[in-house]
C-alpha cells in the first residue's frame, strides 16, 4: 500500500520547480520512454532475426552519421531562432517513421533504412532537447534544472526499456517500437497543448539574454578541447553500453558463460533501475560543485566499470557477479556524466553560440556511435567476445582522467 504521505512529500517537491520545465521535464521522459525500448532493445531484436553484429553495429553507424547532419543544421537553427516546438514534432514524427520502417523490417536493409530515420530524429531532438532546459528554467539553476530532467529521462528509459522486454516476450516481439510510436504521439500533444507557455518562457529568455550579451566576451572556454574530449570518450562508453553489453552477455566471455536474451533483458532493466535511483540524488549533489568534478567522477567510475568487465570475460565461476558490479559503476559513471556534460557544454560555449554548442554536445554522442558499434561489432564477430574492447576503452578512461586531474572550469 502506497504512503499518502510519501506521495505528498513527492508531490510538494515536483512543485518547487516552474511550469515550463516541468512541462520539457515531462517532454523529455516521453522521448525516453519511447527511445529506451529502442536504444537498448533493438540490438537483441535483430540479432534474433539473424543479422550479424557487423550488420548490427553498421546500422548505429550510418544513424550517426546521418544524425551529424541534422545535429548542424538544428544548431545552428537554434541559434538563429529560439524556436523549439517545430524541431522536437519534426523529430517526433521522424521517429514514428522509424519505428514504422523497424517492425516491418526483416532483413539488413530495410533495418539501415529504419536507423537512418532513427538517426535524423536523434540529430534534430537532442541539441533541441538540450538547449530546452537553460531556456525554460529559469529561475532554477542549469545544473539542478539538467539534473531533473536526465532523472526524468533515467525513469522513462528504465520504464520504456522494461515495459518493452515484457510486450516482446508476452505479446509481439518488436511491441517496444509501438511505445515509440505512442509516445512520440503524446509529445506532439503536449506542445500543441502548451504553445503558449513555451512561447512565454522563450520570449522571457530573449530579455534575459541580450542583458548577458552586453557583457559577454563570446570566446569559448579555455579547456574546450580537452572537455570535448572527454565527452566523446564518454559517449563512446555509454554506445557500448547500450549496444555491446547486450551483446556481450548473450555471447559470453573467454571463460564466462553466455546469457539468455531474456534474462539480459532484465539485467539492462536492473541496470536502468539503478540509474533511475542515482540519477536525481548524484545530479542535484554534482550541480554544487565544480563543473569539471563531475566529468572527472565519471570517467573514473566508467574505467573502473570496463575494467572490470574486461576481468569477468575471464572468469569462469564469479564472471557474472564482476559484470553486475561493473553495472553499479557504470550506473555511477552515467548519472553523472549525463547532468554534468549538458550543463558544462552550455558553460563552454559564448552566449551566441549556445545552440551550435548543445549541437557539437549531441555530436559528440553521435561520434561516440560512430565509433563503438561498428568497431566492437567487428571485434566481437572476429573474436568471439569484448574483452579486448573493454580493456581497451578502461585504459583511455584512466588515461584521460589523468589529463583532466589538475583542470579547472
Same mark, same amino acid.
Given at each position: 500500500?502506497?504512503?499518502? !504521505?510519501? $506521495?505528498?512529500? @513527492?508531490?510538494? &517537491? &515536483?512543485?518547487?520547480? *516552474?511550469?515550463? +520545465?516541468? +512541462?520539457?521535464?515531462?517532454?523529455?521522459?516521453?522521448?525516453?520512454?519511447?527511445?529506451?525500448?529502442?536504444?537498448?532493445?533493438?540490438?537483441?531484436?535483430?540479432?534474433?532475426?539473424?543479422?550479424?553484429?557487423?550488420?548490427?553495429?553498421?546500422?548505429?553507424?550510418?544513424?550517426?552519421?546521418?544524425?551529424?547532419?541534422?545535429?548542424?543544421?538544428?544548431?545552428? !537553427?537554434?541559434?538563429?531562432?529560439?524556436?523549439?516546438?517545430?524541431?522536437?514534432?519534426?523529430?517526433?514524427?521522424?521517429?514514428?517513421?522509424?519505428?514504422?520502417?523497424?517492425?516491418?523490417?526483416?532483413?539488413?536493409?530495410?533495418?539501415?533504412?529504419?536507423?537512418?530515420?532513427?538517426?535524423?530524429? %536523434?540529430?534534430? /531532438? &537532442?541539441?533541441?532537447?538540450?538547449?530546452? @532546459? *537553460?531556456?525554460?528554467?529559469? *529561475?532554477?539553476?542549469?545544473?539542478?534544472? !539538467?539534473?531533473?530532467?536526465?532523472?526524468?529521462?533515467?525513469?522513462?528509459?528504465?520504464?520504456?526499456?522494461?515495459?518493452?522486454?515484457?510486450?516482446?516476450?508476452?505479446?509481439?516481439?518488436? %511491441?517496444?517500437?509501438?511505445?515509440?510510436?505512442?509516445?512520440?504521439?503524446?509529445?506532439?500533444?503536449?506542445?500543441?497543448?502548451?504553445?503558449?507557455?513555451?512561447?512565454?518562457?522563450?520570449?522571457?529568455?530573449?530579455?534575459?539574454?541580450?542583458?548577458?550579451?552586453?557583457?559577454?566576451?563570446?570566446?569559448?572556454?579555455?579547456?574546450?578541447?580537452?572537455?570535448?574530449?572527454?565527452?566523446? $570518450?564518454?559517449?563512446?562508453?555509454?554506445?557500448?553500453?547500450?549496444?555491446?553489453?547486450?551483446?556481450?552477455?548473450?555471447?559470453?566471455?573467454?571463460?564466462?558463460?553466455?546469457?539468455?536474451?531474456?534474462?539480459?533483458? /532484465?539485467?539492462?532493466?536492473?541496470?536502468?533501475?539503478?540509474?533511475?535511483?542515482?540519477?536525481? *540524488?548524484?545530479?542535484?549533489?554534482?550541480?554544487?560543485?565544480?563543473? $569539471?568534478?563531475?566529468?572527472?567522477?565519471?570517467?573514473?567510475?566508467?574505467?573502473? #566499470?570496463?575494467?572490470?568487465?574486461?576481468?569477468?570475460?575471464?572468469?569462469?565461476?564469479?564472471?557474472? /557477479?564482476?559484470?553486475?558490479?561493473?553495472?553499479?559503476?557504470?550506473?555511477?559513471?552515467?548519472?553523472?556524466?549525463?547532468?554534468?556534460?549538458?550543463?558544462? @557544454?552550455?558553460?563552454? %560555449?559564448?552566449?551566441?553560440?549556445?545552440?551550435?554548442?548543445?549541437?557539437?554536445?549531441?555530436?559528440?554522442?553521435?561520434?561516440? !556511435?560512430?565509433?563503438?558499434?561498428?568497431?566492437?561489432?567487428?571485434? +566481437?564477430?572476429?573474436?568471439?567476445?569484448?574483452?579486448?574492447?573493454?580493456?581497451?576503452? #578502461?585504459?583511455?578512461?584512466? +588515461?584521460?582522467?589523468?589529463?583532466?586531474?589538475?583542470?579547472?572550469?
Amino acid at each position: 500500500m502506497l504512503n499518502p !504521505y510519501s $506521495l505528498k512529500t @513527492v508531490k510538494l &517537491w &515536483w512543485m518547487q520547480f *516552474p511550469l515550463q +520545465l516541468k +512541462l520539457i521535464t515531462k517532454i523529455r521522459f516521453f522521448a525516453s520512454f519511447g527511445a529506451g525500448g529502442v536504444i537498448y532493445l533493438t540490438s537483441l531484436i535483430f540479432n534474433k532475426i539473424g543479422l550479424s553484429a557487423t550488420e548490427i553495429g553498421l546500422g548505429f553507424t550510418l544513424s550517426a552519421i546521418i544524425g551529424t547532419i541534422t545535429r548542424f543544421i538544428t544548431g545552428n !537553427y537554434l541559434n538563429k531562432n529560439k524556436d523549439i516546438q517545430n524541431p522536437l514534432k519534426i523529430s517526433s514524427l521522424l521517429s514514428i517513421f522509424a519505428s514504422l520502417c523497424l517492425i516491418i523490417s526483416k532483413d539488413s536493409t530495410s533495418y539501415i533504412i529504419g536507423q537512418l530515420f532513427v538517426g535524423a530524429s %536523434a540529430g534534430i /531532438y &537532442w541539441p533541441t532537447a538540450e538547449i530546452s @532546459v *537553460p531556456l525554460l528554467c529559469n *529561475p532554477i539553476k542549469t545544473s539542478r534544472a !539538467y539534473a531533473l530532467v536526465r532523472s526524468s529521462e533515467a525513469l522513462g528509459i528504465f520504464l520504456g526499456v522494461f515495459t518493452g522486454s515484457i510486450f516482446n516476450s508476452l505479446i509481439y516481439f518488436k %511491441a517496444n517500437f509501438i511505445n515509440d510510436i505512442l509516445s512520440m504521439i503524446i509529445i506532439i500533444l503536449l506542445i500543441q497543448r502548451n504553445r503558449d507557455i513555451i512561447f512565454k518562457a522563450l520570449n522571457s529568455f530573449e530579455i534575459n539574454n541580450k542583458k548577458d550579451e552586453l557583457i559577454s566576451n563570446n570566446k569559448w572556454h579555455t579547456n574546450t578541447k580537452i572537455i570535448i574530449a572527454s565527452i566523446i $570518450l564518454l559517449t563512446t562508453c555509454l554506445a557500448l553500453i547500450q549496444v555491446t553489453l547486450p551483446l556481450d552477455f548473450v555471447k559470453g566471455g573467454i571463460a564466462r558463460a553466455s546469457i539468455n536474451k531474456g534474462i539480459t533483458s /532484465y539485467i539492462i532493466s536492473g541496470q536502468l533501475i539503478l540509474l533511475f535511483i542515482l540519477q536525481w *540524488p548524484i545530479g542535484n549533489w554534482l550541480s554544487s560543485k565544480n563543473k $569539471l568534478f563531475g566529468l572527472k567522477f565519471s570517467i573514473i567510475n566508467f574505467g573502473i #566499470s570496463t575494467f572490470l568487465l574486461f576481468i569477468s570475460s575471464y572468469s569462469l565461476t564469479y564472471g557474472i /557477479y564482476i559484470m553486475l558490479l561493473a553495472i553499479i559503476f557504470c550506473s555511477i559513471g552515467t548519472s553523472s556524466f549525463l547532468p554534468t556534460s549538458s550543463d558544462i @557544454v552550455f558553460g563552454i %560555449a559564448p552566449i551566441n553560440r549556445k545552440g551550435f554548442a548543445l549541437a557539437i554536445l549531441s555530436q559528440c554522442f553521435a561520434i561516440g !556511435y560512430f565509433i563503438g558499434p561498428i568497431l566492437s561489432g567487428s571485434v +566481437l564477430d572476429f573474436l568471439g567476445n569484448a574483452s579486448l574492447i573493454w580493456l581497451f576503452i #578502461s585504459s583511455i578512461c584512466f +588515461l584521460i582522467s589523468i589529463f583532466l586531474l589538475n583542470k579547472k572550469f
